[in-house]
């Protein structure tokens, strides 16, 4: 078996992982990469695989840094079967239309720039028709149930806690009379947050890929962050200035209108009244779709969230909360004089309606802009979020005199404290993880924590890297196949394959390292033909470890 990580290494976004035995290839999730510019130009890389190849996919959650790049997928060649749970294809059949929406828009106003420089002009990475096109391919699965995909392999959804219907992904795969089980983290939520169960906690696993957005950071206590933010809505709004909140569609946004709504009941028992006059609009015609899937979706929620909704007592609403819907209902709130709680995507700034609300009050002092969520290197989220005074929205430069703050107490990501609670919940242990989804401190900091807490070794794939796993045998190195414009990586490759065919059922672990790039030639075929040789003299040892072959 070999998993190629073809996304969300040393980065959060643009999931995407090939699972290839003898007879089968499939997908787990195939996200958007997001970010900086070059970043959002790796979508329109090819894959690394041939999309007709793909048997099927499985697909961890709706957001779109794990499922944004379905509908190019599927317009590429791909007609296999997309493996979710109910909650992510409901999900999937707004999010995905929306993002095939900003596509073209975006495309748009990118070809306008190109046919003013003389540019070629392109297509978009995929429309709304290709994207809607693409959720007839999802086949919903319900949680904790097993099913075979095929004679080699079987799958099982757990609850992530992350996102409504966000998985953790459990695969049986048989080959050579072995079964080998490899478990899939997905986004990893918390404990104790609400309207959402907690992760489910897993019993073993013999590989384990494991995210680690926040695994250098602790965070705040969620009621502590609700209790801020209802101070800097007061605060702000006494200044008569507005709250502009950029917010993920899915789950971050319902999770303010929970705390809020929790507020809100709690202000009409007291004298202070200020805080119930204060408008909270919902700017996002997504989130308004989402917030109805929530409802529809009750078997997702704790127990708390399901007790409240047999009381009477929607968590989703309030007095005061006001969903807006049409671009004429958007823009009025820029120009309305009343102070207000503005909550829009996307939730990094990257597209959508919080770009227009985030130009008209970032220059304001009054104002307040408020992040409640991770924001990815490169995006105009994390630029304002990291102090940049000047930034640029629509061609035009903002000056950012507002007040910035950030309550990540409101992610829907486990902190490092989450992660390792999780991998210690395995009664047995998996012989090996791999560290992805999250940006290099990060993954650097849940890989010293593991091997020093729990004694399991650790890896942090590099893009494209290619791991084999046959039985207790990890082969770990660079993509050879992408590496064999080089004579000498190609004369490498060739020589590990003969060295595997001759010494494979000998050896019980063989791992080769090569550091550096292949045209470096104190690296090159030499030093293989060297460890050959001192395998022919004394079938001992060998342990060169195969970390880094780029091109």
């Known amino acids: 078996m070999k998993i190629s990580f073809l996304g969300a290494t040393k980065m959060v976004t643009g999931s995407n992982f090939l699972i290839e035995t003898k007879n089968t290839k499939f997908l787990i999730d195939c996200g958007l990469f997001q970010g900086s510019k070059s970043i959002n130009r790796m979508n329109y890389e090819p894959f690394n695989f041939n999309p007709e190849e793909i048997d099927f996919m499985v697909l961890s959650h709706a957001h779109m840094d794990h499922s944004g790049r379905i509908p190019k997928l599927i317009k590429e060649g791909f007609k296999g079967n997309i493996y979710s749970t109910k909650a992510t294809a409901d999900l999937s059949s707004i999010m995905l239309p929306d993002s095939g929406h900003i596509q073209e828009m975006e495309n748009e106003w990118d070809n306008r720039k190109r046919n003013r420089s003389g540019e070629e002009l392109r297509e978009p990475l995929y429309t709304v028709k290709e994207a809607e096109e693409s959720l007839k391919y999802f086949k919903p699965v319900l949680y904790d149930q097993k099913i075979e995909l095929n004679q080699e392999i079987t799958l099982r959804f757990r609850d992530a806690g992350h996102i409504l219907g966000s998985s953790i992904v459990e695969l049986w795969i048989k080959e050579d009379n072995q079964e080998t089980k490899l478990v899939f983290s997905g986004d990893l939520g918390r404990r104790d947050r609400p309207i959402l169960r907690d992760p489910s906690l897993i019993d073993e696993a013999d590989y384990l890929m494991v995210e680690s957005t926040y695994g250098n950071k602790l965070h705040h206590p969620s009621e502590d962050d609700a209790k801020k933010l209802i101070s800097i809505i007061n605060t702000t709004v006494k200044r008569g200035g507005n709250v502009v909140i950029p917010s993920f569609a899915v789950e971050r946004a319902q999770d303010i209108i929970y705390e809020l709504n929790k507020y809100y009941n709690e202000y009409i028992k007291t004298e202070d009244q200020d805080f119930l ?10 989130t308004v779709s989402a917030t109805e899937i929530f409802l529809r979706n009750p078997d997702c929620f704790d127990e708390k969230t399901l007790n409240l909704i047999k009381a009477g007592n929607n968590p989703l609403d309030f007095h005061n909360l006001k969903f807006t819907k049409t671009v004429e209902e958007s823009k009025q709130l820029n120009f309305s004089q009343e102070s207000k709680v503005i909550i829009s995507a996307s939730g990094m700034c990257t597209a959508g309606r919080i770009k227009h609300h985030l130009k008209h009050n970032l220059w304001r002092k009054e104002s307040s802009i408020v992040f409640v969520g991770y924001q990815a290197n490169g995006t105009l989220g994390r630029r304002i979020k990291e102090g940049e005074k000047v930034v640029k929205i629509f061609g035009e430069e903002i000056q950012v005199n507002a007040e910035i703050h950030s309550l990540e107490g409101f992610s829907s990501h486990a902190d490092r404290e989450g992660i390792m609670w999780w991998i210690k919940g395995f ?104 460890k050959l040789m001192e395998i022919q003299k004394s079938i001992l040892d060998l342990n060169m470890l195969i970390n880094k072959l780029r091109q």
């Not at 006059?277 to 997504?286: A, M, Q």
């Not at 020589?495 to 104190?522: C, M, Q």
């Open 277 to 286: 006059k204060v408008p909270v609009y919902i700017d996002s015609p997504l």
């Open 427 to 530: 009664k047995n242990k998996p012989k090996k993880i791999f560290i992805v989804h999250g940006e290099e401190e990060a993954m650097e900091e849940v890989s010293r924590k593991i091997e020093e807490e729990l004694k399991i070794k650790t890896h942090i794939p590099e893009l494209r890297e290619t791991l084999s796993i046959e039985g207790e045998r990890v082969l770990t190195g660079g993509r050879i196949e992408i590496d064999r414009r080089s004579k000498e990586a190609k004369e490498i490759g060739e020589s590990i394959e003969k060295l595997k065919s001759t010494f494979g059922l000998v050896l019980p672990r063989l791992e080769y390292e090569t550091k550096g790039s292949a045209d470096n030639k104190e690296l090159n075929i030499n030093n293989i033909k060297n």
